[in-house]
């Protein structure tokens, strides 16, 4: 059935763009309860934005890094922060709405890591 494939490919993308995150959250020392908390809020209202549009599977895990990004600009500040830079600020996930989504140091106009891979 044509349904549960993309209910496979929906789920596939939403496990992976959920460990993507955890990663750099853990990476990045912010993976306490409240925050993975936040991460299942947002992959559970991704579920629903991914059903109804199954073509968006792709752009899942920059998404998500991005709604995880705004909600963790209201409980705790700017995150991830910018490794590189003296002058403290966040990175910005590129492409917005995308596949294959890296961290980007917008001052630098570099690449940092793709998400996922904050850790090294
Ligand atoms: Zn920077």
Redesign the pocket.
Request: net charge neutral; charged share 0%; with cysteine.
């Given at each position: 059935m044509e349904g549960q494939a993309d209910n496979r490919t929906i789920e596939v993308a939403l496990h992976d763009a959920r460990a993507r995150v955890l990663a750099d959250l853990a990476a990045r020392a912010v993976a306490q309860a409240e925050v993975v908390s936040l991460l299942e809020e947002a992959v559970s209202k991704r579920r629903w934005w991914v059903q109804q549009w199954p073509d968006g599977a792709a752009y899942v895990a920059g998404l998500l890094a991005q709604d995880v990004q705004d909600a963790l600009m209201e409980t705790q500040g700017r995150w991830p922060l910018?490794t590189?830079?003296d002058e403290p600020?966040a990175l910005a996930v590129e492409p917005e709405l995308g596949p294959d989504p890296h961290w980007v140091?917008e001052?630098?106009g570099e690449a940092i890591a793709p998400v996922g891979a904050l850790g090294g």
């Open positions: 910018c590189v830079c600020h140091c001052a630098l």
